[in-house]
Protein backbone atom coordinates (compact mmCIF):
# COMPACT_ATOMS: atom_id res chain seq x y z
CA UNK A 1 0.00 0.00 0.00
CA UNK A 2 1.31 3.16 -0.93
CA UNK A 3 0.54 6.45 0.34
CA UNK A 4 0.46 10.18 -0.66
CA UNK A 5 2.94 12.31 0.67
CA UNK A 6 2.07 15.63 1.14
CA UNK A 7 4.31 18.88 -0.10
CA UNK A 8 5.00 21.51 2.22
CA UNK A 9 2.53 23.65 0.58
CA UNK A 10 -0.27 21.10 1.17
CA UNK A 11 0.19 20.77 4.21
CA UNK A 12 0.15 25.05 5.43
CA UNK A 13 -2.85 24.89 2.95
CA UNK A 14 -4.50 22.65 5.28
CA UNK A 15 -3.31 24.40 8.67
CA UNK A 16 -4.16 27.53 7.57
CA UNK A 17 -7.84 26.14 6.54
CA UNK A 18 -7.95 24.12 10.14
CA UNK A 19 -6.78 27.99 11.94
CA UNK A 20 -9.15 30.17 9.63
CA UNK A 21 -12.16 27.46 10.38
CA UNK A 22 -11.81 26.93 14.18
CA UNK A 23 -10.85 31.36 14.68
CA UNK A 24 -12.19 33.10 12.21
CA UNK A 25 -8.74 34.00 10.84
CA UNK A 26 -5.05 33.10 11.29
CA UNK A 27 -4.71 34.70 15.22
CA UNK A 28 -1.82 36.89 15.66
CA UNK A 29 1.56 34.88 17.06
CA UNK A 30 0.81 36.34 21.30
CA UNK A 31 -2.63 35.34 21.10
CA UNK A 32 -1.50 31.50 19.59
CA UNK A 33 1.40 31.34 22.04
CA UNK A 34 0.83 34.20 24.90
CA UNK A 35 4.00 34.65 26.59
CA UNK A 36 6.28 34.12 24.41
CA UNK A 37 8.66 37.45 23.00
CA UNK A 38 8.75 38.17 19.77
CA UNK A 39 12.48 37.76 19.83
CA UNK A 40 12.37 34.77 20.64
CA UNK A 41 13.87 31.47 18.97
CA UNK A 42 10.56 29.92 19.23
CA UNK A 43 9.45 32.26 16.09
CA UNK A 44 12.42 30.27 13.88
CA UNK A 45 11.47 26.59 14.66
CA UNK A 46 8.52 24.50 15.15
CA UNK A 47 4.93 25.51 15.74
CA UNK A 48 5.95 28.99 16.15
CA UNK A 49 7.76 29.41 12.73
CA UNK A 50 4.75 27.47 11.77
CA UNK A 51 2.60 29.54 12.86
CA UNK A 52 4.66 32.66 11.33
CA UNK A 53 4.01 31.18 7.97
CA UNK A 54 0.32 30.95 8.56
CA UNK A 55 0.29 34.57 9.62
CA UNK A 56 2.32 35.23 6.43
CA UNK A 57 -0.28 33.47 4.04
CA UNK A 58 -3.18 34.93 5.75
CA UNK A 59 -2.11 38.68 5.08
CA UNK A 60 -1.26 38.25 1.56
CA UNK A 61 -3.47 40.19 -0.42
CA UNK A 62 -5.57 41.75 2.08
CA UNK A 63 -6.00 45.12 3.19
CA UNK A 64 -4.30 46.67 5.79
CA UNK A 65 -7.74 47.50 7.10
CA UNK A 66 -8.86 43.75 7.36
CA UNK A 67 -5.41 43.17 9.34
CA UNK A 68 -6.00 45.71 11.17
CA UNK A 69 -9.23 44.85 12.13
CA UNK A 70 -8.29 41.29 12.64
CA UNK A 71 -5.50 42.21 15.27
CA UNK A 72 -7.99 45.01 17.45
CA UNK A 73 -10.54 41.97 17.78
CA UNK A 74 -7.95 40.27 20.29
CA UNK A 75 -7.91 43.71 22.25
CA UNK A 76 -4.94 44.86 23.62
CA UNK A 77 -1.68 43.98 21.95
CA UNK A 78 1.03 43.08 24.32
CA UNK A 79 3.73 46.61 23.96
CA UNK A 80 6.71 44.32 22.67
CA UNK A 81 4.84 43.62 19.82
CA UNK A 82 4.27 47.06 18.89
CA UNK A 83 6.92 47.20 16.27
CA UNK A 84 6.20 43.44 14.64
CA UNK A 85 2.42 44.84 14.29
CA UNK A 86 2.89 48.23 13.03
CA UNK A 87 4.99 46.86 10.30
CA UNK A 88 2.53 43.66 9.82
CA UNK A 89 -0.79 46.26 9.84
CA UNK A 90 1.19 48.87 7.58
CA UNK A 91 0.88 51.42 10.18
CA UNK A 92 4.58 52.23 9.75
CA UNK A 93 6.20 51.58 6.30
CA UNK A 94 8.20 54.52 6.18
CA UNK A 95 10.96 53.63 8.51
CA UNK A 96 14.95 52.56 7.70
CA UNK A 97 14.98 50.35 10.85
CA UNK A 98 11.78 49.90 12.73
CA UNK A 99 13.51 49.65 15.90
CA UNK A 100 14.71 52.79 15.52
CA UNK A 101 10.92 54.50 16.18
CA UNK A 102 10.40 55.58 19.45
CA UNK A 103 7.64 53.37 21.63
CA UNK A 104 5.58 56.28 21.93
CA UNK A 105 5.45 56.81 18.31
CA UNK A 106 4.58 53.55 17.32
CA UNK A 107 1.85 53.48 19.96
CA UNK A 108 0.30 56.51 18.94
CA UNK A 109 0.20 55.27 15.19
CA UNK A 110 -1.24 52.26 16.36
CA UNK A 111 -4.04 54.00 18.36
CA UNK A 112 -4.41 56.32 15.88
CA UNK A 113 -5.52 52.96 13.47
CA UNK A 114 -7.68 51.33 16.50
CA UNK A 115 -5.36 49.26 17.90
CA UNK A 116 -4.45 49.61 21.82
CA UNK A 117 -1.49 48.36 22.93
CA UNK A 118 -0.99 47.20 26.86
CA UNK A 119 2.13 48.10 28.84
CA UNK A 120 5.56 49.11 27.89
CA UNK A 121 8.04 46.84 26.59
CA UNK A 122 9.93 44.61 28.46
CA UNK A 123 13.49 46.01 26.50
CA UNK A 124 13.58 49.33 25.67
Known amino acids: MTGTVST ?4 LARLLADEIRTHGSV ?3 WVAFPGVHPFDIAWRMGAGETHMMLWSR ?3 GRSATEVTAAVARHGP ?3 DWSWWV ?7 VDA ?3 YDVPFEDVRGRLADAGIAVAGVPSES
Not at 8 to 11: A, G, H, L
Open 96 to 98: DDL
Open 77 to 79: IPA
Open 8 to 11: PDEI
Open 58 to 60: WIE
Open 86 to 92: AEATGVI
Open 27 to 29: RPP
